[in-house]
């Protein structure tokens, strides 16, 4: 079955970094988009980042542009999310996604991730 397992989350004070990975297993990562999404209580998952399959084309939402960076190992079937200069209003669950034919149909139980000082 398919499984997306997120890891790296923590505490982290404002400026910090966190390296978040994600490992799939049940299926053929090589052949599919690979997202990032974050949540805050209240407010509606929204999308970090997305990359595909061989890592041609990479999208990033606005809210953490020009901060963080998404990368893929297919070998090691593992999606990467480094974040930099991290801020208080970055804390939430963030979650990895598998996206399939225009939907995520597979999602991770979620890392928290909490910016503070």
């Known amino acids: 079955q398919v499984q997306l397992v997120e890891s790296g989350g923590g505490v982290v004070q404002p400026g910090g970094s966190l390296r978040l990975a994600c490992v799939a297993s049940?299926?053929?990562?090589?052949?599919?988009?690979m997202s990032w999404y974050r949540q805050v209580p209240g407010k509606e998952r929204e999308l970090v980042a997305s990359?595909?399959?061989?890592?041609?084309?990479?999208n990033y939402g606005a809210s953490m542009k020009g901060r963080c960076t998404v990368s893929r190992d297919n070998a090691e079937n593992t999606v990467y999310l480094q974040m930099n200069s991290l801020k208080p209003e970055d804390t939430a669950v963030y979650y990895c996604?598998?996206?399939?034919?225009?939907?995520?149909?597979?999602w991770g139980q979620g890392t928290q991730v909490t910016v503070s000082s």
């Open positions: 990359i595909s399959s061989a890592a041609r084309s990479i």
């Open positions: 049940g299926f053929t990562f090589s052949a599919y988009t």
């Open positions: 996604s598998r996206w399939n034919w225009g939907v995520n149909d597979y």
